[in-house]
């Protein structure tokens, strides 16, 4: 592992990632508190607390391009295990956005597509339609056969509609686009 | 008795596949003559994927519905996932007051969100007034594992807001059902994972019905349409016991007050559990 130095700009970083989540990460004592909660931490190539540790050190290229940014869903337990009221779901949306803007290497390009299909899906109708984001997804991950059977049974259950549930105001729905710009 | 009327946020799912919650959560609130006026052209709350990846958008989805739900009534929300959307963005528009000059000028109006009111906080409230001591023993003895998933954890800056822990427990027992200690009541069910990393979801999902099953659970109940899902579509495992959405069952408990069409969109079919337990739907 190549040694990580310390310099004038390492500290930029972790003040990026603070003004954009304000999750008071430093306050992270290491305990691993998050690490041991999360309930995906056993699929992820960095833990939750050394993803923290990272950004710390001012490792970004190694901190953007991990599994564990996009593994996090984003469900809290990691805060409300945390001694310190660490926001670390705030931080991962913090990383996945930067990693987004900047043109990072995104370590899993599937849950990406998935999170751009469901913002297209509220973009064309202002809701989300599952079905559309469902196949959406598998046209452009090329997988159109390892979920048929699950797509077939939820659609004889009526679990799938075949039509949108709408916005009908479907200027304001654009307009919310534009000021979603704005509010980043 | 005079219909109170609250208005109504149903969210995506609830419109959509999860559309036998809306249906018994509607039903059972009848019962008690509260009726609900869903918000005019509502729209996304934010959702989770959205939230991931352009927090900006996720804001501006949320704050249409604090503008356009009436300010003057509690605006009722049935979906954990969307009640944190709407409340962490009533919380960061209060904070951020760029921000919110922003939405009110792109609104044309003042920032007067309307108070959220969570399913569970009403719920709450109508067993304190003792809406519920009639209700005695009408669930049998079901046994059930009170399942929350990740509604119960919040950001640190909601750490203030209303918690809702044992609820379902609650609920459950004075209905006459007997609600299990277990472990994975508040296990995330892996959301989106289950479309993008289906076999992280499934492992996952199947821990938790392992745990129920293990429990000596008949069945699990949810509050939430997304946990509902996740567990039908994405546990594989032969030893499966029906999921009920919370809403399902407080109107099981009311006699005729459930329909058996919701029952029949579950994919892991609740009919032999119900006939064992002699919970009829019954309402033709």
């Known amino acids: ?184 | 008795m005079k219909t109170i009327r609250y208005s109504y946020f149903p969210g995506c799912s609830l419109a959509t596949t999860a559309k036998e919650n809306n249906a018994s959560l509607i039903s059972f609130l009848g019962h008690f003559d509260m009726g609900l006026d869903e918000v005019k052209d509502w729209n996304c709350c934010g959702s989770s994927s959205t939230h991931s990846v352009n927090s900006g958008l996720a804001l501006a989805l949320a704050s249409r519905n604090l503008f356009i739900a009436p300010e003057d009534r509690p605006l009722l929300v049935a979906c954990p996932g969307c009640h944190l959307r709407l409340g962490q963005a009533r919380i960061e528009l209060a904070a951020d007051e760029k921000k919110r000059r922003r939405v009110e000028q792109h609104f044309n109006r003042e920032f007067r969100p309307p108070r959220l009111l969570h399913f569970f906080e009403l719920l709450s409230k109508m067993g304190g007034d003792g809406l519920f001591n009639g209700l005695k023993g009408k669930l049998n003895g079901l046994k059930i594992a009170p399942y929350y998933g990740c509604m119960l954890a919040r950001p640190p800056k909601m750490n203030r807001e209303k918690n809702h822990h044992g609820l379902i427990e609650k609920t459950m027992a004075s209905l006459g059902a007997q609600p299990l200690q277990w472990s994975y009541a508040s296990r995330c069910c892996g959301t989106f994972l289950s479309v993008s990393r289906p076999r992280i979801a499934s492992a996952q999902v199947n821990r938790i019905m392992a745990g129920a099953v293990r429990a000596g659970a008949e069945c699990i109940v949810t509050a939430c349409a997304m946990c509902h899902l996740n567990l039908e579509i994405r546990c594989d495992s032969s030893h499966r016991i029906p999921v009920f959405h919370f809403s399902e069952i407080l109107s099981l408990a009311l006699e005729g007050n459930a329909s058996p069409d919701w029952f029949r969109r579950h994919l892991i079919d609740p009919a032999p559990l119900l006939a064992r337990r002699n919970l009829s739907p019954c309402n033709p």
């Open chain 1, 1 to 184: 592992m190549t040694p990580v130095t310390f310099d004038d700009t390492t500290h930029e970083f972790l003040e990026a990632v603070e003004n954009m989540s304000h999750a008071g990460l430093n306050r992270c004592w290491h305990c691993l508190a998050c690490s041991g909660g999360c309930p995906f931490s056993r699929d992820m190539d960095v833990l939750p607390n050394a993803v923290i540790r990272m950004i710390q050190f001012g490792m970004k290229a190694q901190v953007l391009g991990c599994s564990t940014i996009w593994l996090c869903v984003g469900c809290n337990t990691c805060s409300v295990e945390c001694p310190n009221a660490v926001d670390i779901a705030a931080i991962m949306d913090a990383l996945r956005q930067t990693a987004i803007r900047e043109g990072a290497p995104i370590a899993e390009p599937g849950i990406l597509e998935f999170h751009n299909q469901v913002v297209d899906s509220i973009s064309r109708h202002g809701r989300t339609h599952k079905l559309e984001i469902m196949m959406r997804y598998k046209l452009a991950e090329r997988d159109l056969f390892s979920d048929i059977d699950l797509g077939l049974r939820m659609l004889s259950k009526r679990k799938l509609d075949l039509l949108p549930s709408k916005v009908s105001d479907k200027k304001a729905v654009q307009a919310l686009f534009r000021l979603g710009g704005e509010l980043s």
